[in-house]
């Protein structure tokens, strides 16, 4: 069975393996205060060009969300999201559960436009009834989108003049952020991300470590007492020292950003593949999650071999699924992939 259906199937990349059993028997502080820990922050605030950020180690995305978003919101404050984003859709309530409303905005793509989050919070400050609803304070992006798709330099720069100008935070998930960065048509940076956002996050999980993710504030207000939230929500790491020497080791030798390219290369083979054989797709996603509309019997016939994910039904016999890459895809299997679709297509 040949696992396209996400990015983080496979276990970590060698190299990080490696460094785990090398330390295995090291003792060492625990809870983050370790040197690897230190290190790998050292590491994180020398990319972002950030010597003044936070970094701190979570483990998972939807735990370092949750974190995030009830660090910088008072009860009364929710959280501006498109309909899409993944602390709306896929995350059981986190934020809802930590007593912050999201306030999902329509979006075609999955992104936000600054042009959007102004309009909403003008019209809510405009409202007589304004303090008898939940008060927007923090816009939560993710780049890549849950629909693959990214935010250009312009665009990130527009949506955190809004949030400056309007008092409110600006945060970013990272947890494909790699394989954004490493797309064809970005051009941001991770100092621009750094510069642009009070608090964003890179994303190990999906990008070629075991677990964890590296949240980065640049915010000063959002730096006090954040670890006693860590703690608070779950996200404390007694062995904190596995985080560190992961995120240490994909940020030695270029490794973060030589993976996700591999990943893109892949991406970019697969949906160029597509293409020749004509099959349209729900959305143009230009990083490694590509969402191709195929028959069902195209798609009952791949279930054999292999496994994807279902998007939504396109009209009675099509359906659009998401396939992905990771740092880990071999080409070989995108050839397959390719080749047994070809097979299976019904003849023009």
Not at 54 to 73: D, K
Not at 274 to 289: E, G, H, R, V
Not at 309 to 333: I, L, M, P, Y
Request: aromatic share 8%.
């Amino acid at each position: 069975m040949l696992r396209f259906n996400s990015d983080y199937t496979e276990g970590c990349h060698p190299a990080i393996l490696k460094r785990l059993t090398e330390t295995n028997m090291e003792q060492t502080p625990g809870y983050g205060e370790d040197a690897w820990c230190a290190a790998a922050a050292d590491r994180i605030r020398e990319v972002c060009e950030a010597p003044e950020a936070a970094v701190h180690f979570l483990v998972g995305g939807t735990q370092t969300n949750m974190t995030v978003i009830s660090a910088a919101l008072r009860h009364h404050q929710g959280v501006i999201t498109a309909e899409s984003g993944h602390i709306h859709g896929h995350e059981t309530g986190a934020p809802e559960a930590c007593g912050h409303k999201c306030l999902a905005l329509k979006s075609a793509d999955g992104k936000l436009t600054a042009e959007q989050v102004a309009a909403y919070v003008d019209a809510h400050y405009a409202d007589e009834s304004f303090e008898h609803m939940v008060q927007p304070k923090l816009v939560y992006l993710s780049n890549p989108t849950e629909l693959g798709t990214i935010y250009q330099k312009a665009e990130l720069e527009a949506l955190s003049s809004v949030c400056r100008e309007r008092g409110l935070y600006l945060f970013l998930d990272g947890a494909r952020l790699g394989y954004g960065l490493a797309c064809r048509e970005n051009d941001l940076t991770l100092p621009d991300i750094a510069r642009l956002t009070d608090v964003f996050y890179i994303g190990g999980t999906k990008v070629g470590a075991l677990f964890g993710e590296a949240v980065v504030i640049t915010n000063e207000k959002l730096k006090e007492d954040f670890r006693y939230n860590i703690k608070q929500r779950g996200g404390m790491l007694a062995k904190g020292r596995l985080l560190g020497i992961q995120f240490l080791t994909l940020f030695e030798e270029n490794r973060y950003f030589e993976i996700s390219a591999h990943a893109m290369r892949m991406a970019e083979k697969l949906k160029a593949g597509l293409i020749k054989m004509k099959i349209p797709f729900l959305i143009d996603s230009p990083t490694n999650q590509l969402f191709p509309i195929l028959p069902d019997a195209v798609l009952e016939s791949l279930k054999e071999n292999y496994t994807y994910t279902c998007q939504n039904r396109v009209d009675g016999t099509h359906r659009a699924v998401r396939f992905c890459t990771s740092w880990a895809t071999k080409e070989e299997h995108v050839d397959r992939l390719l080749s047994d679709i070809r097979r299976l297509l019904p003849a023009d």
